[in-house]
């Protein structure tokens, strides 16, 4: 474990919001903070890594880059869905380079071989005792929620479901299970995870960074939603005449949640959500350095609506994601920079300041 915030940031953090003192540049630039944080909330916890479609048929695989080599899962022969490091067991040979969809995987290196369940079939040249030894891939814990895959790296984290306890009520409602991925894209934002959670919490960026997204959901209509995770949210009203977030503003597919709102939740730490009328944003982060973060974006609409023409949400939101980017890494320069610590919260950061609480409490309960 690495370090951790002081009592007195934690502290700062957890009064209320008129006097309470944002994180400042050690939160956000520490490296022993930043292990600290990998290491507690996200090896710790559950991260969503693909959805159910992905590995739905019998040796249907995927690799998440949530190690060096990759997390492994996979659909067994038993349509039993496992996960495994992706390491091989004779020298630690990565073994899958990506998804794929095969009843074995044999290890470039020296042949050994695996089935679709992590068992070793194969291992030539290795010595009799070996299958005593070593039966097979070594399993990570998984576990499927609402149509959205999960691995947790720590053998003793909470289950699945009480690590997304208590989910907003606009998730419950919606059919998230009937959904499919219409657009994915990944990039790397040069912040500390923190930073890009943050602008996620808020919308008051909005009439500045992005203007046409202020045009459909002005930040003057949002509120905040939760306090005490896991989960945290904000709604927001669509501007009419206007029926959902996109270049035309129109909705275009089968609808998946209510006309005229769009619901934000974050499921503390990595998973963002934005559900809108007709279809639902989602953004995993994975903390990669201090300053530096994995953002995996997708765009899922009701399998209904999957075979139709999704520019008009495409080019929208990677237009925003772009805005966000920028600004995050830029806001990162300053965070990184000597000059004045973050002041103060905004009475339109609550979001902000919901989120940073449970930072500190993490941190208060590393430091106990
Ligand atoms: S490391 Fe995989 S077969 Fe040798
Ligand atoms: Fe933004």
């Given at each position: ?238 501007e009419p005449p206007h029926t959902t977030v ?123």
């Amino acid at each position: 474990m690495g370090s951790t915030l002081s009592r007195e940031e934690i502290d700062g953090v957890l009064a209320p919001l008129e006097v309470a003192v944002p994180l400042g540049r050690r939160a956000h630039g520490d490296p022993g903070v930043f292990e600290t944080e990998r290491e507690a909330l996200f090896e710790r916890g559950w991260s969503c890594v693909a959805r159910a479609e992905d590995v739905a048929g019998p040796g249907q695989r995927v690799v998440a880059g949530l190690t060096p080599a990759g997390v492994l899962v996979m659909r067994g022969s038993d349509l039993e869905l496992r996960a495994f490091h992706n390491v091989c067991v004779h020298r630690a040979m990565p073994l899958a380079d990506g998804p794929g969809r095969s009843d074995s995987l044999t290890c470039r290196y020296h042949g050994w071989s695996y089935d679709a369940r992590g068992r070793l079939v194969r291992a030539p040249h290795a010595p009799a005792c070996l299958r005593a030894r070593a039966p097979g891939l070594s399993p990570v814990r998984v576990g499927v929620w609402r149509g959205f895959v999960f691995v947790s790296l720590a053998a003793d984290a909470p289950p699945l479901a009480e690590a997304l306890r208590d989910p907003p009520p606009w998730l419950d409602r919606a059919p998230l299970e009937a959904l499919v991925r219409v657009h994915a894209r990944e990039h790397v934002t040069r912040a500390n995870w923190k930073l890009v959670v943050s602008n996620f919490q808020e919308s008051h960026h909005f009439p500045a960074v992005h203007p046409a997204l202020e045009r459909l959901t002005p930040t003057a209509r949002a509120t905040s939603w939760g306090a005490d995770g896991p989960w945290l949210g904000g709604i927001m009203q669509i501007e009419p005449p206007h029926t959902t977030v996109s270049l035309t503003g129109q909705r275009a597919r089968r609808a998946i949640s209510d006309a005229g709102v769009v619901y934000d939740a974050l499921a503390f730490p990595g998973l963002l959500t934005s559900l809108q009328p007709d279809y639902l944003l989602t953004y995993r982060l994975w903390p990669l350095a201090v300053d530096a973060t994995r953002v995996s974006f997708e765009i899922l609409v009701h399998t209904e609506s999957a075979r139709g023409d999704h520019a008009d949400l495409v080019d929208f939101w990677s237009q925003v994601n772009v805005e966000d980017r920028e600004i995050v890494e830029r806001q990162a320069l300053g965070m990184a920079s000597p000059g004045p610590e973050p002041a103060a919260y905004a009475r339109a950061d609550e979001g902000v300041h919901a989120f940073e609480r449970l930072v500190a409490r993490a941190h208060a309960e590393a430091l106990a």
